[in-house]
């Protein structure tokens, strides 16, 4: 039962273009939630993460917003770079254990 | 600060044969340890979960094993391999529960 889900497999965007990467959670019971980052052939990088208590952490170029009521967060990167180019991955925590959604692959244009 | 060691990059072995994956943390400690494993085209997938020495919780009942001989070192064994096991394997750690975890870069184990 995948909990953690991200509807869109890829993602393609210009060069200094926003990059809006979305998440969807089934369990109210999550209450934190994170982005990584993945290149092929390496772990998962943390980007950003925010508690289920705040809407919105912005760190640099990236932002998460968290809409409790709708069960959805959403990453924003602006402007997006070709070393963004990657795998984002969502992922919620309850207790010690994270669900991680199936990730998004973005690719940055030139 | 904290890094995270995870051997072979890479493994092909037979069907039928042992495995042992091993993962080291360093500059941290009573880190929690995670095995987890990715399919192609999903997410990660937690496997293993550990909060100190041989304190082991299985999230998915399979033919793999893990156990934490010391403190910051975690290894995913299997007595016998299938089809099945291959994969990307991956160990992380946090500080504790609902902080970030780290993972290393890795394991593509390939079974033939």
């Known amino acids: 039962d995948q909990q953690v889900k991200q509807n869109s497999p890829s993602l393609s965007v210009q060069e200094g273009r926003i990059s809006i990467l979305n998440c969807d959670y089934t369990?109210?019971?999550?209450?934190?939630f994170l982005w990584y980052k993945k290149y092929p052939a390496e772990g998962p990088t943390f980007l950003i993460s925010?508690?289920?208590?705040?809407d919105k952490n912005e760190d640099g170029r990236f932002t998460v917003f968290l809409n409790k009521s709708a069960k959805h967060l959403s990453l924003h990167i602006v402007p997006s770079q070709p070393g963004d180019s990657a795998v984002y991955f969502c992922a919620a925590y309850n207790d010690y254990k994270l669900s991680f959604g199936a990730g998004t692959t973005v690719t940055v244009r030139a | 600060s904290q890094t995270i060691h995870q051997w072979p990059a890479t493994l092909v072995q037979p069907v039928g044969s042992p495995l042992s994956l091993e993962c080291t943390v360093e500059?941290?400690?009573?880190?929690?340890l995670y095995w987890y494993r990715q399919a192609a085209g999903r997410g990660l997938q937690l496997l293993f979960y550990s909060v100190g020495i041989g304190q082991i919780s299985s999230e998915v009942p399979q033919n793999l094993s893990a156990s934490r001989p010391q403190d910051r070192q975690f290894i995913l064994s299997s007595k016998k391999l299938l089809l099945s096991d291959s994969g990307f394997y991956l160990c992380a750690w946090s500080s504790t529960d609902n902080q970030p975890q780290h993972f290393g870069d890795g394991t593509r184990l390939s079974i033939l």
């Open positions: 369990n109210s019971m999550f209450d934190y």
């Open positions: 500059g941290t400690s009573n880190p929690n």
């Open positions: 925010i508690s289920s208590i705040k």
